[in-house]
């Protein structure tokens, strides 16, 4: 195994990350579970966790924006400042960033399993499609920032915004990003089925419309599907 630091990229060339990219098998994978706010991510991370934590594995359990103390306060930041696209784009893949060098390569060069509540295609989603940010710029971005790592797996968790909006508005008090209008979720929506169209083989759709036990079973069988 390499050195988990990342190597600074040079002037045109990002360097590659330590580390075989795309590892297989429940060890040293890199899981992320994306889709709209209130489509019920959060309330299943956790079980995914503790089924692997069973097994014995090293699991790490992390989030975006965040997952370290820079990125955090960037977090706080991005959830209630005003800014334009670019701003939120920069801020959240500096976060990102820290993110990768201090936690997420590091787990992954010792064989944990890392899962991360949202990754890149959130920025996809909601500063490019939901936010008609140039997806180009984020693509460059993308490169620069992860050379080349991506998730194993990507988990979706694809709901309709107007039911994520009942299940938002019953559970807490919106930030700066869940206070948008429908039709912005329509967008990050969009974006997150143009993502998932353009690497099937990483992302698992789910049909976050049922109850809990309905999404709950669909997790469950896209991990026994890999003997995850
Ligand atoms: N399948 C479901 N059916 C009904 N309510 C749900 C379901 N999944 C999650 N919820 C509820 O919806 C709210 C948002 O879920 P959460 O897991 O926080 O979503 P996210 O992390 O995607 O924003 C929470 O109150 C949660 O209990
Ligand atoms: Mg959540």
Do not use: N
């Amino acid at each position: 195994m390499t050195s988990p630091e990342l190597t600074t990229p040079g002037p045109s060339t990002p360097a590659p990350l330590a580390g075989p990219v795309g590892s297989a098998g429940p060890a040293s994978c890199f899981v992320t579970v994306e889709g709209i706010d209130g489509a019920g991510k959060t309330s299943h991370v956790d079980a995914i966790a503790e089924r692997w934590r069973a097994r014995g594995l090293e699991v790490l359990r992390t989030r975006e924006p965040g997952g370290t103390p820079l990125a955090e306060a960037l977090r706080e930041l991005f959830l209630h400042r005003r800014m334009d696209a670019l701003t939120e784009a920069l801020l959240v893949f500096a976060a990102r960033r820290d993110h990768l060098v201090q936690v997420i390569e590091p787990a992954l060069a010792r064989g944990a399993v890392v899962l991360c509540d949202r990754f890149t295609d959130a920025t996809f989603a909601y500063q490019g499609s939901g936010r008609g940010f140039d997806l180009g710029v984020l693509a460059q971005l993308e490169a620069w920032v992860q050379q080349g790592r991506q998730p194993d797996l990507t988990l979706w968790f694809d709901l309709d915004p107007a039911t994520a909006a009942q299940r938002r508005a019953a559970a807490r008090t919106a930030d700066r990003l869940e206070a948008e209008p429908l039709d912005f979720f329509a967008r990050v929506r969009a974006g997150y089925a143009g993502r998932a169209a353009a690497d099937p083989a990483r992302f698992a759709r789910l049909d976050a419309g049922g109850t809990l036990e309905q999404v709950r079973a669909q997790v469950l069988a896209v991990l026994e599907a890999r003997g995850w």
